[in-house]
């Protein structure tokens, strides 16, 4: 049977998305080349991860990553491919990857202006059971004149020109944030292999009716969090408490949360006192896309996007989410604070 559906032939791809933006800020062209290349290895990554089982590509590596997180031979995988296109893109002179415990300074001859902070894949630990896992990255210009270290990515992310994330599940998708724009999300056609505008300057709702958080750790909670839970679950005002979600994935979290509206808290505890997600890769990239999408993201007692890092790994507690969920948070926190 012949299909007659509509076949759009004036398509936005990613590239030429970034390419018409470029073109607007007078680009030298460098960003497309960058975004270009992650693209590949996203696209390389997805089509890892969906045929992982048959691939023999799930299971331990045998070691563990400079963050204590037991290896998947995907996540080797996803590493190897996100440096080596980055390399080739001719425009990055610093990686920064979870998988690696110093900063990969790349050859002068390929050298660019860029510097990419990037968790190759999130929630590598759902690997085994299918659960949706991810690529989150941030990108940086080197701002000194001096040869490219580590120490160029010790940026706060209100630096970053652009961040986002890929997230593997029903489909692939790829959240694109950028300084100049707002947030935009592309979908992956396999039928063509390019990542397609699906939905264009994204916003968040004002207030949600999920929250997402371990509570597991309830035994380690600080008393905010313990009542904020508490408001949620029983609300005082006769309204419907909230629902909880929690897949632990963080890239899947913070989507459910961009998308449905809501609150993610990955908060410091009596365990993990500096919190347990780290700066660089993965809560500065998710707290500039939930900025640019209209929402909140902290620490509870700073943006994290205000944050000045110390070391290319460290830590910090995180909460973001729609605008009023994040504020009530933040007023219970003011209120403990104070005693």
Known sequence: MTDRSAFDTNVITMTRFVMEEGRRAKGTGEFTQLLNSLCTAVKAISTAVRKAGIANLYGIAGSTNVTGDQVKKLDILSNDLVINMLKSSFSTCVIVSEENKDAVIVEADKRGKY???????????????????????????????????????????????????????????LVLATSAGGVNC????????????????????????????????????DPAITEYLKKKKFPEDGSSPYGGRYIGSMVADVHRTLVYGGIFLYPANSKSPKGKLRLLYECNPMAFVIEKAGGIATTGHQAILDVVPED????????????????????????????
């Open 186 to 221: 592309f979908m992956l056609d396999p039928a063509i292999g390019e990542f397609i505008l699906v939905d264009r300057d994204v916003k968040i709702k004002k207030k949600g009716n999920i929250y997402s958080l371990n509570e597991g750790y309830a035994k380690y909670f």
């Open 115 to 173: 510097i990419v902070c990037i968790d190759p894949l999130d929630g590598s630990s759902n690997i085994d059971c299918l659960v949706s896992i991810g690529t989150i990255f941030g990108i940086y210009r080197k701002v000194t004149p001096e040869e490219p270290s580590g120490k160029d990515a010790l940026q706060p992310g209100r630096n970053l020109v652009a961040a986002g994330y890929a997230l593997y599940g029903s489909a692939t998708m």
């Open 312 to 339: 290319i790994h460290q830590r910090v507690p995180v909460v973001l989410g729609s605008p009023d969920d994040v504020k009530e948070y933040l007023e219970i926190v003011k209120k403990h604070s104070a005693k």
